[in-house]
């Protein structure tokens, strides 16, 4: 990425910021919020507990869309197996572990439930689990440490790597990459502290998650794709 195209867009998304009314984006701080009040994988029904943990007055794009349903089937799964999904999302979830590897194997879990799903329920027509693409996963991942990731859609980070001057656009899916991209423009933009006093205007103290988080870097993306 170029360095004069970051700097360059950092005035630009803080003027917009200071003249917006209503952020497009605030449902994904309620989200967060809603997800670290009410996570609880030792819950006596889990499968509850989980489908609960996702909620926003907004938008639901982050985990439910048109042929897309990642939260459902994930539910489903939790009836199916609570033990095995638990020790999923314990190993996602577990930061001493590279993150390539967790989301490599989440994928892998998915998969053997999927199959083993179909097996006990012949009659089902359930064909996919929704998460192969990370787009939950990286869900999962910045809901349960904000501080460290935002949500990913692959389209999107190629346009923004396209927009800064990245030379290697990347061919096929990079969910590490694009958590270092964040982190990289994350830097940035800390060093403004005029963007985290503006972005703080736009949320609620009692709705909206407050601390420090990703969602400022992927919504600075956001800003310069759209």
């Not at 449902?27 to 943990?53: I, K, L, T």
């Not at 439930?113 to 329920?121: H, P, Q, S, T």
Request: charged share 25%; net charge neutral.
């Amino acid at each position: 990425m170029l360095l004069n195209k970051i700097q360059a867009a950092i005035p630009a998304y803080k003027k917009w910021l200071s003249e917006v009314r209503t952020h497009p984006g605030l449902y994904a701080w309620e989200a967060v919020q809603h997800f670290q009040n009410n996570w609880n994988p030792d819950s006596p029904d889990p499968a509850a507990m989980y489908e609960g943990c996702f909620y926003s007055e907004q938008n639901r794009r982050l985990w439910q869309g048109e042929n897309w349903e990642p939260r459902r089937i994930m539910t489903e799964f939790w009836k199916f197996d609570p033990l095995t999904v638990k020790w999923m999302f314990d190993d996602l979830f577990n930061e001493t572990k590279s993150v390539d590897g967790r989301v490599g194997r989440f994928v892998f879990g998915c998969d053997s439930l999927l199959r083993d799903y179909k097996k006990a329920r012949p009659a089902s027509i359930e064909n996919n689990h929704y998460h192969s693409d990370y787009r939950m996963i990286s869900v999962y991942l910045s809901f349960r440490y904000p501080d460290s990731y935002a949500p990913y859609e692959f389209d999107s980070f190629k346009k923004v790597l396209t927009l800064l001057g990245a030379r290697d656009i990347p061919e096929q899916d990079d969910l590490p990459r694009y958590f270092k991209v964040l982190k990289t423009l994350m830097t940035f933009l800390d060093k403004d502290p005029e963007v985290t006093a503006l972005v703080q205007k736009h949320l609620h103290p009692k709705k909206h998650f407050a601390g420090k988080t990703m969602l400022v870097a992927a919504d600075f993306c956001r800003f310069i794709t759209e």
